[in-house]
């Protein structure tokens, strides 16, 4: 009987590993052959034997993300063995606290700005009105300039960043706390992910 | 050279071996947290954090050990997604926190703009009261000539 690897090419696993690619392999459908990089690095980073056993633990839908995932800590732990994701993630809560300050100076800036419009409404009808009863003549303080009434301050939200200027320890500790509270950044855009935890017996 | 038994670190412990003067997990896997290694274990295998360990200078190994920790915590706690789950839901959150700051802006601009149109009433008068300066000006001119 003739080899089933003969019509295709092994998994880039298979390669890798230098052994015979089975129609059963596990690696095969999320490590394709023109993508050797993918299965080096994640090889490289947990083994795989390591991965194996975390995909034998995963249903068949959630592997092809799982392996995904892995294969992007991977290459992030290359690139920066020190903190690799962690690093990234580190990054991304300062970038978001940041922007958390924005938004609340931003709000608040719109809601002062309400609240003069409300006010100068009011008062700019009033002189309208004043107008219209003196027959369009002189009179009337100048017109206000909204501008001058609220100058952008954000002299005290770069204080506040400085301050919040913070070293690999204090992140990993704010992380642990995330860590904690991981159960709910479920990215999972199939339905049925809470059966994740029934072994699939193959 | 080998560490009592009584002292092993928490790898050589698991691994149910002796613990060398030089252990590489040894500081930064101490007895008192049997739970920490075996996470470690359990998601990149001892030798792979080994060598990982053995290729960073010494002042880098307890950060990377903290990382490689946190990682493999999220990947236990989330064994489809792990940490890459946790960049995900940040870069949304970012996204969204963006989308809300440019929203803000539109509706402080769309509100100034507003404003000025209320205002414009006022203008007509401002209008006049140039006119009537510069006609003030011309007039003083006049004797100077």
Known sequence: MASSTSSTSPC????????????????????????????????????????????NELLPHQREDAVNSLAYEADMRLRDPVYGCVGVISLL??????????L????????????????????????NNLIAAAG????????????????????????????NSYD????????NVSASLGGQFHHTPRADDRSRNIIDPS | MSNPISSRCAACKYLRRRCPQDCIFSPYFPSNDPQR?????????????????????????SEATESLYYEALCRIQDPVYGCAGIVSWLQQQ????????????????????????????????SRTNEQGMENLTNKHKEPLQ
């Open chain 1, 168 to 175: 690999a320890a204090s992140s990993l500790l704010a992380m």
């Open chain 2, 94 to 125: 970012i996204h969204d926190v963006e989308s809300e700051i440019a929203k803000t802006q539109a509706e402080i601009t769309v509100f100034l703009n507003s404003t000025v149109n209320i205002s414009e009433p006022n203008t007509q008068y």
């Open chain 1, 12 to 55: 880039a696993a298979c390669k890798f590993l230098r052994r015979k690619c089975q129609p059963e392999c596990v690696f095969a459908p999320y490590f394709p052959p023109d993508q050797p990089q993918k299965f080096a690095n994640v090889h490289k980073v947990f083994g795989a034997s390591n991965v194996t056993k975390l995909l």
């Open chain 1, 93 to 102: 809560q300062h970038q978001l606290r940041q922007l958390q300050l924005d």
């Open chain 1, 136 to 163: 369009g003549g002189g009179g009337g303080a100048a017109h206000h300039h909204h501008h001058q009434f609220f100058p952008r301050d954000r002299h005290h939200h770069h204080q506040a960043i400085a301050m």
């Open chain 2, 37 to 61: 290694f075996a996470y470690v274990h359990r998601i990149y295998g001892a030798s792979n954090v080994g060598k990982l360990l053995q290729q960073l200078p010494e002042r880098a190994r």
């Open chain 1, 104 to 127: 609340s100076c931003a709000k608040s800036e719109l809601s002062k700005y309400q609240n003069l419009g409300l006010i100068n409404h009011h008062q700019n009808l009033g002189i």
